[in-house]
């Protein structure tokens, strides 16, 4: 390699050049002031947030010629030495290669020689993947470690760790940066290394680095010698609005561009699922989101359209097709395939029977064509069996069976269970936005800005309701299941108080539950995914159920909430 990568080139070289991890530094930093180190650490997080940098740095100070305040000088021949990656004092062992125990015997071995006055540090990197009779054998030594050796065992998973070895070393926790932190860090090593970069690529270079330092750098320069920001985030707009709209022929032109632009549709695979997983988490737990915050509620508003049952499933079937893309001899043709299952109308990505799709197209026509009629019939806001006025929300109660175009006495108190619906044309039980209140607020528009506004809990449980109706001063919402209204009940003076502080108004929200899954026309349920899983999701009493996050990593064989670049 011709230069070294940002990365190493603005690696940092003293604790106090260690970005955001404040805590650890100043633990380590007055320890060895103080003459006090330990003897081993568990350092975790992440990967790039500086474990092994913190261990390299702990190295030289140990052994500098001149350390002040428990920082290395990093220029005597020691400092430079560890520096240069050619001094006996610092060991370093990945333990993911080499995890069987004549590994860890040699170490112990080496690590028993020690040489008077100096400090050997023996860093290794992943330890959870020691076998367990390396991991034995390490336990051993550090039951009783030689004198001025420290073992410093770095780890993206602590909870891998066995407590035995957890409990015999000082355990520093590694966080990932901030987005704001991170931006500022790329811009300065920008400047200082003197490349041609815009806000964008700043912009594009911490969300690709998910909060690590180093992967941060690593796309920066990426983005840096290929001229600039690459139109990522273009096409994951263009992907997304394929899968709301289901349609296959924009997925597999926005493929076709992103491939053109010369994305390999590995990367371009694992990008759009990260940006998938973003959407999800920037309803499920915005916090989580490794975006500046305008990003997050633009994502937030992209994912609300999506779905977050439709944005699971694209997550799933995209993270089943990494796995394969290893191996792939032509791994574009795979991609779209899946994009052609998800873009498909309600297959579910699921079929390969031919005629499958073709009728689930032509039930999205029907379906369009109901909503289009339903929109132009606007029905009257008066009873049709009577010809008078038609009061609040209860008068209109069974507006969802009753049309202006079909007249009947007026309106059972509750709809009726209607299995055959499914089978009909749909037009005459299109459930109709009722006619808006005359001279009054629009309670739809109003919840499309109350709804998003939501916190917490509430957010998801909501995301997954639909209007039934809305009245003057009335909406009803329609959830999925009883379970899942019974739960939405629950959260109800929240969403008054939203609905309060978005929109100055009051309003009164109702929520019931569908009546059974097949009841509605087909038009009555636009996006039939919906209700499949979002309760299991977010009403799993804790620990009974796995959360949302774990379904994720169980998606993911071996993956973590990190974002990982190769
Ligand atoms: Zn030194």
């Known amino acids: 390699m011709a230069t070294p990568s940002l990365y190493r080139r603005y690696r940092p070289r003293r604790f106090s050049e260690l970005r955001g991890q404040e805590h650890v530094v100043k633990a380590?930093?007055?320890?060895?002031?103080?003459?006090?180190?330990?003897q081993a650490y568990l350092f975790s997080g992440p990967r790039g947030t500086g474990k092994t940098t913190s261990a390299r740095i702990l190295a030289k100070v140990l052994n500098c010629a001149r350390p002040v305040d428990g920082e290395p000088c990093?220029?005597?021949e020691s400092c430079l030495a560890v520096e240069r990656g050619t001094s006996y004092d610092v060991h370093e062992l990945d333990a993911a290669s080499n995890n069987k125990v004549e590994h860890m015997r040699d170490l112990i071995e080496k690590a028993s020689l020690g040489t008077p006055g100096r400090h050997k540090v023996y860093i290794l990197d992943e330890v959870h993947m020691l076998t367990p009779a390396a991991e034995a054998a390490l336990l051993k030594t550090l039951e009783e470690p030689p004198?001025?050796?420290v073992f410093v065992l770095a780890t993206t998973d602590p909870q891998k760790v066995r407590d035995t070895i957890r409990s015999r070393t000082q355990?520093?926790?590694f966080h990932l940066l901030p987005p704001?932190?991170?931006?500022a860090h790329a811009r300065w090593v920008a400047q200082d290394a003197g490349l041609d970069v815009d806000e964008a690529a700043i912009a594009a270079a911490v969300a690709q680095g998910g909060g690590s330092a180093r992967d941060t750098l690593s796309a920066l320069e990426l983005i840096a010698s290929t001229g600039g920001v690459t139109d990522d985030a273009l096409s994951f707009d263009e992907l997304v609005e394929a899968l709301i709209e289901r349609d296959p022929g924009r997925a597999l032109t926005a493929v076709a561009h992103a491939v053109n632009a010369g994305h390999e549709p590995r990367p371009l695979a694992e990008a759009f699922v990260r940006h998938l997983r973003n959407g999800f988490l920037s309803l499920m737990a915005p916090e989580l989101v490794q975006l500046p915050s305008a990003q997050v509620d633009a994502l937030a508003a992209q994912a609300q359209r999506l779905g977050p049952a439709a944005l699971v499933r694209a997550i799933e079937r995209l993270g089943e097709i990494l796995v394969e893309l290893r191996h792939a001899p032509d791994p574009r043709v795979l991609v779209e395939v899946a994009l052609v299952q998800l873009t498909s109308p309600a297959t579910g990505g699921a079929t390969t029977d031919d005629v499958a799709p073709l009728a689930a197209r032509l039930a999205a026509l029907e379906q369009t064509v109901a909503?289009?009629?339903a929109a132009g019939a606007t029905p009257r806001p008066v009873d049709p069996a009577t010809g008078r006025a038609a009061l609040g929300g209860r008068a209109?109660?069974?507006?969802?069976?009753?049309?202006?175009?079909t007249p009947r006495p007026a309106a059972p108190a509750a709809p009726a269970a209607t299995p055959p619906a499914a089978a009909e044309p749909p037009a005459p039980s299109a459930p109709a936005p009722p006619a808006p209140p005359p001279a009054s607020r629009d309670l739809r528009a109003e919840w499309d800005q109350v709804r998003p506004a939501l916190r917490g809990i509430a957010k998801p449980l909501f995301a997954a309701t639909e209007v039934e109706r809305v009245s003057s001063d009335t909406i009803v919402l329609?959830?999925?299941?009883?379970?899942?209204?019974?739960k939405c009940q629950e959260f109800l003076a929240d969403v008054r108080t939203t609905w309060r502080t978005v929109t100055g108004h009051d309003a009164t929200v109702e929520v019931i539950a569908r009546e059974t899954p097949a009841a509605p026309s087909p038009a009555a349920d636009p996006e039939p995914i919906e209700d499949i899983d979002l309760d299991e999701l977010v009403d799993a009493p804790p620990g009974s159920m796995p959360s949302a996050i774990e379904r994720l990593a169980e998606a993911f064989p071996g993956s973590q909430l990190i974002e990982r670049r190769d």
């Open 28 to 38: 380590l930093r007055d320890a060895v002031a103080s003459g006090r180190e330990g």
């Open 74 to 76: 990093c220029e005597c």
């Open 147 to 149: 004198p001025h050796v």
């Open 171 to 173: 355990h520093l926790r």
């Open 180 to 183: 704001d932190e991170l931006a």
């Open 371 to 373: 909503s289009l009629q």
């Open 396 to 405: 209109r109660r069974a507006a969802g069976n009753d049309t202006a175009s």
């Open 478 to 486: 329609v959830a999925p299941n009883a379970a899942h209204a019974a």
